[in-house]
DNA sequence: ATGGCTATAAACACAATGTCCATATATTTC
DNA sequence: GAAATATATGGACATTGTGTTTATAGCCAT
């Protein structure tokens, strides 16, 4: 248990709503971090913030909009993808940390929940791929379009697809998880990838 | 809405078991495909296989369970990775299939709802790679074992990596839509993984 | 035919959703 | 300072779904 220092039980009557908000966005991020997606309702956010019901839902549409809104206020946004100008070098030293994000912490551990949920909630659907995956695929088109320009990359070659086919993998091992997810799968991608597996 | 022939109210009393289980799954598959994960509940297949819920309760430890019977059971096994000894149009080929299933039939459409709700039921998780996933995954890894035993793949590559980095690149454009799936997109995953990206 | 197995209806307690209301009060406006 | 406005509140409600218990009814094998 997360020892929360009160439920504080308040009385009737209005309170600043920026104090109310906030205090919901911590209880949110709160209860999606410990027990996950599956124990995230409305209700429980509710009792921890030591907020009415009615309240979440005046401002939020969805559980999914919700449970994201907790999930940054819990997180923050951390996006980074640093240029060394070693495309390989750099490649595997994002995959190994998102790797790690996703193996050893608790709001790795709860995406895969998110992206589950989102399959049947458009609402959270759209509000991931905007401020989630969009950003972060983004940047790392970014970063293959510059290796291209250095000339390490072929010029016929999509960045896009070349995100699904990093990424996306690691997204396989976590989603369906047949194989385990380790730091030798995230070298092993961009080998192959970039030196290509086929003979001659 | 669809328009089973009746709701068919019957008396109380004992019906025989495998007609009763082929009625449910019948039903399930129904509901699953027709209406989709977000609105398949063990109340509504009962309704709809003119059932009792106990009954359900009875033969389905869980939800994912009853649903993913209900799958099979309207969309049959369907397993087939045919080999004519060109491993790349052997991969594109399989690849293309893959597309059209989940962009163009119910059952495509509805196996991101499955893998989405197996993230916070654990029981679902195991079935689904027991069933689905792991037998699937098993024929991509053999035909590629073959290949490289042919002398068309290097030596040193992990064909399980390499599965990952072709189908697990489809399901990431499934379940995190950014980016569209298309038959275009199949065949650069192939000629992308066998040629290379990286200059010389 | 008889006894065991099993499906059934009915009822229950529980949890959660989503929406009412009337009331109380912090903040804004005059 | 007083009035108006916005908004959070407890409490209530109907609805849906879960999961279990109970007593009853009928199929099936022996």
Redesign the pocket.
Known sequence: MTQSPEPV?????????AE?RREILRAAGELLLTEGMAAF????VAALA??????L??WWPS?GALALDGYFDAVGPTLAFPDTGDIAADLTAQLRAFVHLMRDTRAGRVMPELVGHAQTDPELSALLRERYSAPRRALAVEALERARQRGQLREDVDPEVVVDQLWGACYHRLLIPDQPLTDEFAEALVRNLLAGIGRR
């Open positions: 039980r308040r009385g009737r009557g209005r309170r600043p709503a109310v309702t409305i209700e429980k030591g907020a009415s019901r009615v309240t839902y005046k559980k």
